[in-house]
Antibody, heavy 117, light 111 residues
Framework: QVQLVESGGGLVKPGGSLRLSCAASGFTFSDYYMSWIRQAPGKGLEWVSY????????YYADSVKGRFTISRDNAKNSLYLQMNSLRAEDTAVYYC??????????WGQGTLVTVSS | QSALTQPASVSGSPGQSITISCTGT?????????VSWYQQHPGKAPKLMIY???NRPSGVPDRFSGSKSGNTASLTISGLQAEDEADYYCSSYTSSSTFRVFGGGTKLTVL
């Protein structure tokens, strides 16, 4: 069955960096688009970034553009999110998600990122 | 401010029907049949309930249905059950540079 397992979350100071990883299994990773979606504590879902199956097409939310970088390694069945210049408002649970234009069909369980001094 | 507009809360009694609206623009909801709906229980990851406006994934009860008119999509839950109490989010593909947008979420309370 499809599994998406995030890792790399934790506590980081404002201005710091963190790299999230997502290990995918149960499907042919290289065939699918992927996204990162986040949810601040007590708040709604916010789409963060998208990457096409080959990695050639990438989109970012305006709130993270220029600070976050999405990437993937199809040989390792892994998705990444490099987060730089972190702000308090980036505090959230970050979900790895298997993306389709029509829907987000599968979600990981999420990893918590806390930005605080 | 979310890109798609949903009511903050709705409520209904067991057995009743409720409808949650999701209003966007011609660049997202109104322009494409790529509206999806997600259910989220506290502390859990979201779960896909409806895709492509009105299609249900395997395993989702037929009590859940979706529709769209113009720039507004709707999720209807009929025969409300206690386990339907959760947060519900709509989402759409968007032709803007950002690819996907979500609604702010609606808290469903089963009285």
């Amino acid at each position: 069955q499809v599994q998406l397992v995030e890792s790399g979350g934790g506590l980081v100071k404002p201005g710091g960096s963190l790299r999230l990883s997502c290990a995918a299994s149960g499907f042919t990773f290289s065939d699918y688009y992927m996204s990162w979606i986040r949810q601040a504590p007590g708040k709604g879902l916010e789409w963060v970034s998208y990457i096409s199956s080959s990695g050639s097409t990438i989109y970012y939310a305006d709130s993270v553009k220029g600070r976050f970088t999405i990437s993937r390694d199809n040989a390792k069945n892994s998705l990444y999110l490099q987060m730089n210049s972190l702000r308090a408002e980036d505090t959230a649970v970050y979900y790895c998600a298997r993306e389709d234009t029509a829907m987000v069909e599968y979600w990981g369980q999420g990893t918590l990122v806390t930005v605080s001094s | 401010q979310s890109a798609l507009t949903q009511p903050a809360s709705v409520s209904g009694s067991p057995g009743q029907s409720i409808t949650i609206s999701c209003t966007g623009t011609s660049s997202d909801v109104g322009g494409y049949n790529y509206v999806s709906w997600y259910q989220q229980h506290p502390g859990k990851a979201p779960k896909l309930m409806i895709y492509e406006v009105s299609n249900r994934p395997s395993g989702v009860p037929d009590r859940f249905s979706g529709s769209k008119s113009g720039n507004t999509a709707s999720l209807t839950i009929s025969g409300l059950q206690a386990e339907d109490e959760a947060d519900y989010y709509c989402s759409s593909y968007t032709s803007s540079s950002t690819f996907r947008v979500f609604g702010g979420g609606t808290k469903l309370t089963v009285l």
